[in-house]
């Protein structure tokens, strides 16, 4: 497993960005796929977006795409996502997450929750009307 830090969340209005970090360290950080999830008051948590370690495959959830974007630099051990034009709905907790090391499956990426095994402790991110 790998340790994960993540930064950057606040409050902003609608329309506004933020831009959330994640700093990873531990166990071959740079060669496991990583995704950010969210958890809003009273629901699941969903997926936003996930990247493979060669940043060769991403997904997007259909409610973040052309307004987020993530990406990683492996010489640095951080992933990111940019959030451009907010919404009250994009309010959550937002996770930052590893899964293991796939090594040769440079462009492999799962969106399901079970196929990560490390996990930050979560930003706050409010978006006000």
């Known amino acids: 497993q790998v340790q994960l830090v993540e930064s950057g969340g606040g409050l902003v209005q609608a329309g506004g960005s933020l831009r959330l970090s994640c700093a990873a360290s531990?166990?071959?950080?740079?060669?496991?796929?990583m995704g950010w999830f969210r958890q809003a008051p009273g629901k699941e948590r969903e997926v936003v977006a996930v990247?493979?370690?060669?940043?060769?495959?991403?997904y997007y959830a259909d409610s973040v795409k052309g307004r987020f974007t993530i990406s990683r630099d492996n010489a640095k051990n951080t992933v990111s996502l940019q959030m451009n034009s907010l919404k009250p709905e994009d309010t959550a907790v937002y996770y930052c997450?590893?899964?293991?090391?796939?090594?040769?499956?440079?462009?492999?990426?799962?969106?399901?929750?079970?196929?990560?095994?490390?996990w930050g402790q979560g930003t706050q991110v409010t978006v006000s009307s």
């Open positions: 997450a590893a899964g293991p090391p796939t090594y040769d499956r440079r462009n492999y990426a799962s969106t399901a929750e079970s196929t990560y095994d490390s």
């Open positions: 531990g166990r071959s950080p740079s060669i496991r796929t």
């Open positions: 990247i493979s370690w060669s940043g060769g495959t991403i």
